[in-house]
T-cell receptor, first 114, second 112 residues
């Protein structure tokens, strides 16, 4: 089984709808991240969480919110989806504070906002 | 702020060709440097990493050397294969509670 799972893998929604993307991990890591990927723009950090009580905004948090329900779960919400939020969304985890630590990525959620 | 600049793609090579993907960074202090790879339809995975000047990271035939004097971490492979076709991301991380900073990625296509 995959260590970092994302649901759904694909989602089509309409402008103005609220949607939630979910991320679960079995790696026991404290740190979790949400990124979006757009062609030619690489990965942009939306939010990150260093533990259940610690949530931080990334470089593009406007229009998004997150919830860290447990160490293993980190959800991303779009309160009112708009077409320019169409992108590929990745969740990632990492174990702690070591500078050389690896981030582990989920398979991604492809979101289309009509 | 901290940033990573990669050569723009796409890069198209024939099988067994030599690969270089340039990466330079801007950061204060002494960041750790990484290369991640994204194969088609998958999430990113770590390819190699280095933590200090002159360190060389290597994996799967790929290498990159941390050059502090030129603030660079160029990715190289002596003989690419079709299976190396992917998007490659250079990234840095500083000490403390800071997330990774990624470059924009370079798409590599290797043709037989």
């Amino acid at each position: 089984d995959a260590d970092v799972t994302q649901t759904p893998r694909n989602r089509i929604t309409k402008t103005g709808k609220r949607i939630m993307l979910e991320c679960s991990q079995t790696k026991g890591h404290d740190r979790m991240y949400w990124y979006r990927q757009d062609p030619g723009l690489g990965l942009q950090l939306i939010y990150y969480s260093f533990d259940v009580k610690d949530i931080n905004k990334g470089e593009i948090s406007d229009g998004y919110s997150v919830s860290r329900q447990a160490q293993a779960k980190f959800s991303l919400s779009l309160e009112s989806a708009i077409p320019n939020q169409t992108a590929l969304y990745f969740c990632a985890t990492s174990p702690g504070t070591a500078q050389l630590e690896t981030q582990y990525f989920g398979p991604g959620t492809r979101l289309l906002v009509l | 702020g901290d940033s990573v600049t990669q050569m723009e793609g796409p890069v198209t090579l024939s099988e067994e060709a030599f690969l270089t993907i340039n990466c330079t960074y801007t950061a204060t202090g002494y960041p750790s440097l990484f290369w991640y790879v994204q194969y088609p339809g998958e999430g990113l995975q770590l390819l190699l990493k280095a933590t200090k000047a002159d360190d060389k990271g290597s994996n799967k035939g790929f290498e990159a050397t941390y050059r502090k004097e030129t603030t660079s971490f160029h990715l190289e492979k002596g003989s690419v294969q079709v299976s190396d076709s992917a998007v490659y991301f250079c990234a840095l991380r500083k000490a403390g509670n800071t997330p990774l900073v990624f470059g924009k990625g370079t798409r590599l296509s290797v043709i037989a």
